[in-house]
């Protein structure tokens, strides 16, 4: 049985954007793309800003309690928090972020081995602190990256942003297979059974409602995870047998 899915087949969870120093003197999260999705913050507390790299260059857009901001697949974005910032977050494609989506803008020597890139990423399996630890250093490492784009994108010189495009790409290559398949079961499926639906109606017919039903959607337990922009909170939306 096809469990029902969260609207859109995306993605929740919650995030408190790093609170710690980077070494270009910005507070926040890690620089990263999303090469498939597209991604929002609904922005619940404190303020920020979200600077932004595609191919109209560096933006940077003001964060606030209220703000709705969201960002289409190729659009590097680092968490800049400027105090307090605290955002739900939207993603498209759920799950597709977690099976390797999303590439971090380590500098070109990293992206360029993916035995480098897979140390630098990881997390380690030590205690909360040591992963803390090791989450900074994720975070300066990607901020060092993210600095010779930003400088690229402020003289107008596209060539490190194709480059580190090409490299992401070739980073994922092997694990993109998959892709289709969640692709099909979540977000295509759940469109496909809308336009079912309207077609119905459109010739006047009852659309079958036998999985009408309410979800809710359980919060991850324990500690919170270490996410790329900061403190994460995950949902499961995966939907669950029906209530009886």
């Given at each position: 049985m096809t469990h029902p899915t969260f609207p859109g087949a995306t993605g929740v969870s919650r995030l408190d954007v790093y609170d710690s120093l980077a070494p270009d003197g910005l507070v926040g999260g890690t620089p990263h793309v999303h090469l498939v999705s597209t991604e929002a913050y609904v922005v619940t507390a404190g303020r920020g800003?979200?600077?932004?790299?595609?191919?109209?260059?560096?933006?940077?857009?003001?964060?606030?309690?209220?703000?709705?901001?969201?960002?289409?697949?190729g659009t590097i974005h680092r968490a800049v928090n400027e105090g307090g910032l605290r955002v739900v977050v939207l993603m498209s494609n759920a799950g597709l972020p977690e099976a390797?989506?999303?590439?971090?803008?380590?500098?070109?020597?990293?992206?360029?081995?993916?035995?480098?890139?897979?140390?630098?990423?990881?997390?380690?399996?030590?205690?909360?602190?040591?992963?803390?630890?090791q989450a900074t250093r994720r975070r300066d490492l990607a901020v060092a990256g993210f600095s010779i784009l930003r400088d690229a994108a402020e003289a107008g010189d596209p060539a490190p942003l194709a480059a580190f495009y090409t490299a992401a790409a070739r980073l994922v290559r092997g694990r993109a297979h998959d892709w289709s398949a969640l692709i099909e079961r979540g977000p295509l499926a759940q469109a496909n059974r809308s336009l079912e639906r309207v077609r119905a109606l459109?010739?006047?017919l009852v659309p079958s409602y036998d999985d009408a039903t309410v979800q809710t959607a359980p919060p991850s337990p324990g500690a919170r995870g270490f996410g790329m922009c900061g403190r994460l909170r995950t949902y499961d939306l995966r939907g669950g047998p029906r209530p009886r």
């Open positions: 800003k979200l600077m932004t790299i595609d191919g109209a260059g560096l933006r940077e857009t003001s964060l606030a309690e209220g703000a709705v901001v969201w960002f289409t697949p390797g989506d999303a590439v971090m803008t380590f500098p070109p020597e990293v992206l360029a081995d993916p035995v480098s890139y897979a140390d630098a990423t990881s997390l380690g399996d030590g205690d909360d602190e040591s992963r803390a630890a459109a010739d006047g």
